[in-house]
């Protein structure tokens, strides 16, 4: 009979990845199969974790095999309709929090919330602060809304393209977005876990940089006066990202580069 030593051994797999395949199969935490790694496991349950191992040798992502992602701290659902949070986005929280002191009265905005991963971390680090998320996907916001309500966030969701999904009043003291920004012809979209994901969370379709330039060109129009706009980027898109906020009249524009040393957030203020 097979134990979980074994199994990950043979699986193929980085030894996280298995572990991770296992906590799932045998419904038990990291902690239970670093005490039971020689314990033996039932056939049904070892043959469950041999498919799925076979699954993520073909490229299959972890996150969709076991149906969620860890992203500051909190477990959140994932699946193949949204974009698998990234440790890259924990900074685009980061310097979300930066701009927004911890009291009352202020408001954020996530456009394109995918699983909710920002929106609601924001929400469970800043109580006080209202956050509004929206996404042009029905079934996105559907996630998102199942993930807040596990967390116990208070994030209030909207569904639309950008900013036409917000009421024609209101503005924000903040507003971020981790939009599509893989240009059309990247090579990468056929590759790793990228294949797996949607396509529409990926790429504008275009040139990387579209969903970009409508986010800031309207910005103006939902940001208070010395409210902050940061957005995700790719790593070579930041100088072109700086000089679109400058020219629409942002100030205090600066790039922040993400654990790998590579520029991944720029952000200005009106």
Same mark, same amino acid.
């Given at each position: 009979m097979q134990t979980a030593q074994s199994l990950t051994s043979m699986s193929g797999l980085p030894r996280l990845e298995a572990r991770m395949l296992l906590e799932m199969v045998l419904c038990k935490p990291r902690e239970w199969l670093l005490a039971h790694d020689t314990d033996p496991i039932a056939p049904e349950a070892a043959a469950q974790f041999l498919t799925l191992a076979a699954q993520r040798r073909q490229g299959t992502p972890v996150a969709h095999l076991v149906g969620h992602r860890e992203f500051m701290g909190h477990r959140l659902s994932v699946s193949?309709?949204?974009?698998?949070?990234? &440790?890259?986005?924990? %900074?685009?929280?980061?310097?979300?929090?930066?701009?927004?002191?911890?009291?009352?009265?202020?408001?954020?905005?996530?456009?394109?919330? !995918?699983?909710?991963?920002?929106?609601?971390?924001?929400?469970?680090?800043?109580?006080?602060?209202?956050?509004?998320?929206?996404?042009?996907?029905e079934t996105a916001l559907?996630?998102?809304?199942? =993930?807040?309500?596990?967390?116990?966030?208070?994030?209030?969701?909207?569904?639309?393209?950008?900013?036409?999904?917000?009421?024609?009043?209101?503005?924000?003291d903040v507003i971020v977005s981790n939009p599509p920004y893989i240009a059309h012809s990247d090579p990468h979209l056929s590759r790793g876990d990228l294949r797996f994901e949607p396509v529409g969370a990926l790429t504008d379709g275009a040139d990387g940089l579209s969903a970009l330039r409508h986010i800031i060109a309207g910005?103006?129009? *939902?940001?208070?006066?010395?409210?902050?706009?940061?957005?995700? *980027?790719?790593?070579?898109?930041?100088?072109?990202?700086? *000089?679109? %906020? %400058?020219?629409?009249?942002? =100030?205090?524009?600066?790039?922040?580069?993400?654990?790998? !040393?590579? &520029?991944?957030?720029?952000?200005?203020?009106?």
């Amino acid at each position: 009979m097979q134990t979980a030593q074994s199994l990950t051994s043979m699986s193929g797999l980085p030894r996280l990845e298995a572990r991770m395949l296992l906590e799932m199969v045998l419904c038990k935490p990291r902690e239970w199969l670093l005490a039971h790694d020689t314990d033996p496991i039932a056939p049904e349950a070892a043959a469950q974790f041999l498919t799925l191992a076979a699954q993520r040798r073909q490229g299959t992502p972890v996150a969709h095999l076991v149906g969620h992602r860890e992203f500051m701290g909190h477990r959140l659902s994932v699946s193949a309709e949204v974009l698998i949070p990234r &440790p890259e986005t924990e %900074l685009l929280v980061e310097m979300a929090l930066q701009s927004l002191p911890d009291g009352a009265g202020l408001s954020l905005l996530d456009l394109g919330t !995918g699983s909710g991963a920002v929106a609601i971390s924001v929400a469970l680090a800043r109580p006080t602060v209202r956050v509004v998320a929206t996404d042009l996907s029905e079934t996105a916001l559907a996630l998102a809304q199942k =993930n807040a309500q596990q967390l116990e966030a208070r994030v209030q969701f909207s569904q639309g393209s950008w900013y036409e999904a917000l009421p024609a009043e209101g503005r924000f003291d903040v507003i971020v977005s981790n939009p599509p920004y893989i240009a059309h012809s990247d090579p990468h979209l056929s590759r790793g876990d990228l294949r797996f994901e949607p396509v529409g969370a990926l790429t504008d379709g275009a040139d990387g940089l579209s969903a970009l330039r409508h986010i800031i060109a309207g910005a103006s129009q *939902h940001l208070i006066a010395g409210g902050w706009l940061w957005l995700e *980027h790719g790593y070579a898109q930041g100088e072109e990202v700086a *000089h679109l %906020l %400058l020219r629409a009249g942002f =100030n205090a524009v600066q790039t922040k580069q993400d654990l790998a !040393g590579l &520029p991944r957030i720029t952000g200005g203020s009106l």
